[in-house]
């Protein structure tokens, strides 16, 4: 029997034409076959050689032969790497399924393809289940606004240190990102009391609610150190503003004994008389048990829910928040002789705090506002360069984010 010869490649068949798309298609489903075949039945090597044949195949193919791929390719726990990441930086209609949906990559593909692929891409990858914090970080840092809000809004995407205080910096000026990090579970006390000062008055109350916490636990624990302490003449000035923050004590008497007015009441009935000047501001943040510089934060707030704190924490009386609001000139009536809508609303936040979490909201504030300026930090705000929390701590971060923010102008 004569042996039957070798096909060759150059060969002329002379049967009926196929059209070369067709064969393309063919053959691109049959290495993709070869590909999905179980591990248990085909070695890793001829599974990785098939994926190099394929991608060579795929450079050249029309996008529906691309999608194809794709879609076959992303259930795989063991799909060619290589092939996915060549996919997800395709066109979006073929991207969009690796990104969304493949098991195979790495944190290290999908950070190498965030940095590589258009902004729509980063969006898609942005939605995907379980990305991990360095992942997001990358995503982060384009400052890509719908990008930002997409993996904000993702419930299962981790957020690292790094990538929550860039959205805190730019949430400044991009109010959906106040009202986005308010759903993540990982914002802190820290982050939640700096960017008060820039969230509308519905953010502000829900911050206050979250955050304006007793600090029994706090004080109990460290009670045996106040007179230690005193004994070394508060000499050591972290452990005196630690303190100062935990005490349970909010009214400064110090300040009170030295004052020319008889208490924090009688200064705030001088404001209301006569205006609220430099000096009376500076007696009523003293007496209150606060710096000038926080007095100065919390009185020049326009929407004012800070100022409900500042009376709320010392135990001034509900009748003083309408005094000093007349002190700051600010209209206590509307044009029909009713009490201002603005007033109304800072008397209700008076009404729903309690005292303590009053104490321990405005005592954040005054040593996260003034813990840390030096003249780096001061420095820093000058410029208007936020410090690193691993150098300067993170009171400096809210330091800088304060002082530094200057609101866009309503035109």
């Given at each position: 029997m004569q042996a039957q010869a070798a096909l060759e490649l150059t060969e002329i068949t002379q049967s009926k034409p196929?059209?070369?798309?067709?064969?393309?298609?063919?053959?691109?489903?049959?290495?993709?076959?070869?590909?999905?075949?179980?591990?248990?039945?085909?070695?890793?090597?001829?599974?990785?050689?098939?994926?190099?044949?394929?991608?060579?195949?795929?450079?050249?193919?029309?996008?529906?032969?691309?999608?194809?791929?794709?879609?076959?390719?992303?259930?795989?726990?063991?799909?060619?790497?290589?092939?996915?990441?060549?996919?997800?930086?395709?066109?979006?209609?073929?991207?969009?399924?690796?990104?969304?949906?493949?098991?195979?990559?790495?944190?290290?593909?999908?950070?190498?393809?965030?940095?590589?692929?258009?902004?729509?891409?980063?969006?898609?990858?942005?939605?995907?289940?379980?990305?991990?914090?360095?992942?997001?970080?990358?995503?982060?840092?384009?400052?890509?606004?719908?990008?930002?809000?997409?993996?904000?809004?993702?419930?299962?995407?981790?957020?690292?240190?790094?990538a929550l205080q860039r959205i805190l910096r730019m949430s400044r000026n991009h109010h959906r990102y106040v009202e986005l990090l308010l759903l993540r579970d990982e914002l802190r006390p820290s982050h939640g009391l700096t960017m008060f000062w820039w969230a509308e008055p519905k953010e502000r109350r829900k911050i206050l609610k979250r955050f304006s916490i007793a600090r029994t636990v706090l004080q109990d624990s460290c009670a045996d150190l106040y007179p230690m302490a005193a004994q070394n003449g508060w000499s050591d000035s972290s452990v005196r503003k630690a303190l100062q923050f935990i005490e349970r004590r909010q009214r400064n008497r110090a300040a009170i004994d030295r004052s020319q007015y008889e208490g924090l009441e009688a200064a705030l009935e001088a404001a209301e008389a006569g205006g609220l000047t430099r000096e009376i501001t500076q007696e009523i943040s003293y007496m209150a048990g606060v710096k000038p510089a926080t007095g100065a934060q919390i009185l020049t707030d326009q929407s004012g829910e800070a100022i409900a704190i500042l009376c709320k924490a010392p135990g001034l009386k509900r009748e003083f928040v309408s005094k000093m609001w007349r002190a700051l000139k600010r209209p206590t009536v509307d044009e029909n002789g009713n009490e201002h809508p603005d007033l109304t609303r800072i008397i209700a936040v008076y009404d729903e705090i309690s005292t303590d979490k009053a104490q321990t909201v405005l005592r954040y504030w005054n040593w996260s506002l003034t813990s840390s300026l030096n003249a780096d930090v001061l420095r820093h705000i000058k410029d208007g360069v936020i410090p690193r929390e691993e150098d300067y701590g993170a009171a400096a971060i809210t330091a800088a984010l304060v002082f530094g923010y200057k609101p866009t102008p309503t035109v």
């Open positions: 196929v059209e070369t798309a067709a064969i393309r298609r063919q053959l691109a489903k049959r290495l993709a076959d070869v590909i999905c075949i179980p591990e248990s039945q085909l070695a890793p090597q001829e599974r990785h050689m098939a994926g190099d044949v394929l991608v060579e195949l795929l450079r050249e193919a029309d996008i529906e032969l691309r999608e194809g791929v794709a879609k076959r390719l992303v259930m795989l726990n063991e799909a060619p790497r290589t092939i996915l990441v060549i996919l997800a930086k395709d066109d979006l209609r073929v991207a969009r399924h690796v990104l969304e949906k493949s098991r195979s990559l790495t944190d290290s593909d999908l950070i190498q393809i965030a940095r590589k692929v258009p902004m729509e891409h980063r969006q898609v990858l942005a939605q995907r289940r379980n990305i991990t914090d360095s992942v997001v970080d990358v995503l982060v840092e384009f400052l890509e606004e719908d990008v930002v809000e997409t993996v904000l809004m993702n419930k299962t995407a981790q957020f690292s240190e790094t």
